[in-house]
């Protein structure tokens, strides 16, 4: 019997049920006859999931940033080390002299690149434009020293840009046949619009907040954590209107379980992705987009080029300025009184996402490369 590849996940930043980290790639894995799957990660605040299959060890929880990027990383880098796993993953760049320790000739090392980190940091405007500026430069820096000898998993198609030598395995969904065969059709669209995932500024949270006060039919739901500062100031933005505003995940991570349930509650209007034009963004391909899809939901979402292409592409949804708020009422006022039209861009959606957009697709890629891997290094 062929030996099974001991494959190792790290995360110190991540939540450990983490969709790219735990629903595709660890289960993947889990679900293949060829590897054996570990992950060490923090226990979640709502606690562990004993039903979960993928073995985890759970690393201490740091309350304060500095602990954990001091005595966290040690931590992780000894149980990794002790478990002499085939293939390491790590997924977060405070782990990056982890990784470089961990490589040994007989074994493959993966930087599993979830962000554009350095535009990330430019983009930080609590930090000083100079200090942001040797940040950016010093991770650079770090990054390409530690990276040596390492392979580069990438989460967006634009990351080639910044590692040419990266292998794209993109962060497409997993197929959610609950969601793709669900009837609605006889289910009348409903004035509410959506949000998914974490609830930040520069996710649009105050341009979402004020779209209440937009349309006076509209109801707008959240469901994603948001700090209770910015939950708020949301509600101070959405004012009279902020009754029509409804959030979930108020200081607190909202599991995918309880994301996909949203999607059931009620046949939406549209999801939203109405964000302000930053640099860190306007290239993604965001996965809302794929989960919007793949529940039959129009999307209505800010028109950088890319987005606007994709939207067009797969004629899945209306891209407008996100600062135009006469352009945001006309799109609503569009969806409103031309539901079959609003069912139509669902349709085509879901039709993309069961023909290409999905993660069967980049789970192919993952054992084709792992399998190519192991043959070469280990």
Not at 250 to 260: A, E, L, M, N, R
């Given at each position: 019997?062929?030996?099974?590849?001991?494959?190792?996940h790290?995360t110190?930043?991540?939540?450990?049920?983490?969709?790219?980290i735990?629903y595709?790639?660890?289960?993947?894995?889990?679900e293949?006859?060829r590897?054996?799957?570990?992950?060490?990660a923090q226990?979640p605040?709502?606690?562990?999931?004993?039903?979960?299959?993928?073995?985890?060890?759970?690393?201490?929880?740091y309350?304060k940033?500095?602990s954990?990027?001091?005595?966290?990383?040690?931590?992780?880098?000894?149980?990794?080390k002790a478990?002499?796993?085939?293939?390491?993953?790590?997924h977060?760049?405070?782990?990056?002299?982890?990784?470089?320790r961990l490589?040994?000739?007989?074994n493959v090392v993966?930087?599993?690149?979830?962000?554009?980190?350095?535009t990330?940091?430019?983009?930080?405007?609590?930090?000083n434009k100079?200090?942001r500026e040797?940040?950016?430069k010093?991770?650079?820096?770090l990054e390409?020293?530690?990276?040596?000898?390492?392979?580069?998993?990438?989460?967006?198609?634009?990351?080639?840009?910044f590692?040419?030598?990266?292998?794209c395995?993109l962060?497409?969904?997993i197929?959610?046949?609950?969601?793709?065969?669900?009837?609605?059709?006889?289910?009348?669209i409903?004035?509410?619009?959506l949000y998914t995932?974490?609830?930040?500024k520069?996710?649009?949270?105050?341009?979402h907040?004020?779209l209440?006060t937009?349309d006076?039919d509209?109801?707008?739901?959240?469901i994603?954590?948001?700090?209770?500062?910015?939950?708020k100031?949301?509600n101070k933005?959405?004012?009279?209107?902020?009754?029509?505003?409804?959030?979930?995940?108020?200081?607190?991570?909202v599991?995918?379980d309880q994301?996909?349930?949203?999607?059931?509650q009620?046949?939406w209007?549209?999801g939203?992705?109405?964000f302000p034009?930053?640099?860190?963004?306007?290239?993604?391909?965001?996965?809302?987009?794929?989960?919007?899809?793949?529940?039959g939901?129009?999307?209505?979402?800010s028109?950088f080029?890319?987005?606007?292409?994709?939207?067009?592409?797969?004629?899945c949804g209306?891209?407008?300025?996100?600062y135009?708020e006469?352009a945001?009422?006309e799109?609503?006022?569009?969806l409103k009184?031309?539901?079959e039209k609003?069912?139509?861009?669902?349709?085509?959606?879901?039709?993309?996402?069961?023909?290409d957009?999905n993660?069967?697709?980049?789970e192919?890629k993952?054992?084709?490369?792992?399998?190519e891997?192991?043959k070469?290094?280990?």
């Amino acid at each position: 019997m062929k030996k099974r590849v001991k494959v190792v996940h790290l995360t110190t930043v991540h939540h450990p049920y983490d969709p790219r980290i735990y629903y595709k790639q660890c289960m993947s894995l889990h679900e293949s006859d060829r590897y054996d799957v570990t992950l060490i990660a923090q226990a979640p605040k709502e606690g562990i999931d004993k039903t979960k299959p993928i073995e985890h060890i759970v690393l201490p929880t740091y309350k304060k940033r500095l602990s954990r990027m001091i005595f966290g990383t040690r931590h992780v880098y000894k149980q990794a080390k002790a478990l002499q796993a085939d293939i390491y993953v790590f997924h977060d760049p405070e782990l990056l002299w982890v990784g470089k320790r961990l490589k040994r000739k007989d074994n493959v090392v993966v930087y599993d690149i979830h962000e554009d980190y350095v535009t990330s940091i430019l983009q930080k405007t609590y930090l000083n434009k100079s200090f942001r500026e040797m940040a950016a430069k010093m991770y650079t820096i770090l990054e390409k020293i530690c990276t040596t000898n390492m392979e580069l998993s990438l989460a967006e198609k634009y990351y080639k840009d910044f590692y040419p030598n990266g292998t794209c395995i993109l962060n497409y969904p997993i197929v959610n046949e609950t969601l793709m065969k669900q009837d609605d059709s006889g289910q009348t669209i409903e004035k509410k619009l959506l949000y998914t995932g974490n609830v930040t500024k520069d996710r649009g949270a105050l341009i979402h907040a004020s779209l209440p006060t937009l349309d006076a039919d509209i109801e707008m739901q959240f469901i994603g954590k948001c700090q209770g500062k910015l939950a708020k100031e949301m509600n101070k933005t959405a004012g009279k209107s902020k009754d029509r505003l409804h959030i979930e995940g108020i200081d607190t991570f909202v599991v995918k379980d309880q994301i996909d349930k949203m999607y059931h509650q009620h046949r939406w209007l549209a999801g939203v992705a109405l964000f302000p034009p930053t640099k860190h963004y306007m290239k993604k391909e965001l996965t809302k987009f794929f989960e919007y899809m793949s529940a039959g939901i129009p999307i209505l979402c800010s028109d950088f080029p890319l987005w606007k292409d994709f939207v067009e592409e797969h004629q899945c949804g209306i891209a407008v300025d996100p600062y135009d708020e006469a352009a945001i009422q006309e799109a609503i006022q569009f969806l409103k009184n031309h539901p079959e039209k609003a069912a139509e861009l669902g349709a085509n959606g879901r039709h993309a996402i069961a023909n290409d957009l999905n993660w069967k697709a980049e789970e192919k890629k993952l054992f084709s490369w792992y399998d190519e891997l192991v043959k070469e290094k280990c």
